[in-house]
């Protein structure tokens, strides 16, 4: 993620917070359980390898941010998610709890 202006927040499951400042980036590894927060106005580029689809996208219940509504109107705007493969036959290497990792701001 790279925050363009303002500031994010991410919020590790452990507590720990790493800020990301307006010019600065974070690489966030596969399976890094994090919650973002925005303190105020924020801009921010997200760069998804592989790209982004709503099937594959891994959010919690509970503390999501996108709503019902919202994550329709995801799919809708992707194709509705005809090309990506659903999220039960994803790659295994995406969604395997690994050991705890952090992100990398840059």
């Given at each position: 993620?790279?925050?363009?202006?303002?500031?994010?927040e991410?919020?590790?499951?452990?507590?720990?917070?790493?800020?990301?400042?307006?010019?600065?980036?974070?690489?966030?590894?596969?399976?890094?359980?994090?919650?973002?927060?925005?303190?105020?106005?924020?801009?921010?580029?997200?760069?998804?390898?592989?790209?982004?689809?709503?099937?594959?996208?891994?959010s919690?219940?509970?503390?999501?941010?996108?709503?019902?509504?919202?994550?329709?109107?995801?799919?809708?705007?992707?194709?509705?998610?005809?090309?990506?493969?659903?999220?039960?036959?994803?790659?295994?290497?995406?969604?395997?709890?690994?050991?705890?990792?952090?992100?990398?701001?840059?």
């Amino acid at each position: 993620v790279i925050c363009n202006e303002g500031a994010i927040e991410l919020v590790h499951s452990d507590g720990l917070r790493e800020r990301v400042e307006a010019g600065e980036g974070a690489y966030l590894p596969a399976n890094l359980r994090v919650k973002w927060s925005f303190p105020g106005p924020c801009s921010y580029a997200v760069v998804c390898v592989p790209a982004f689809s709503p099937e594959l996208a891994a959010s919690e219940e509970g503390g999501a941010i996108v709503d019902a509504e919202a994550a329709e109107s995801l799919r809708k705007l992707h194709g509705g998610g005809g090309s990506a493969a659903p999220a039960a036959e994803a790659d295994e290497t995406t969604m395997t709890p690994s050991a705890p990792q952090t992100a990398s701001v840059f």
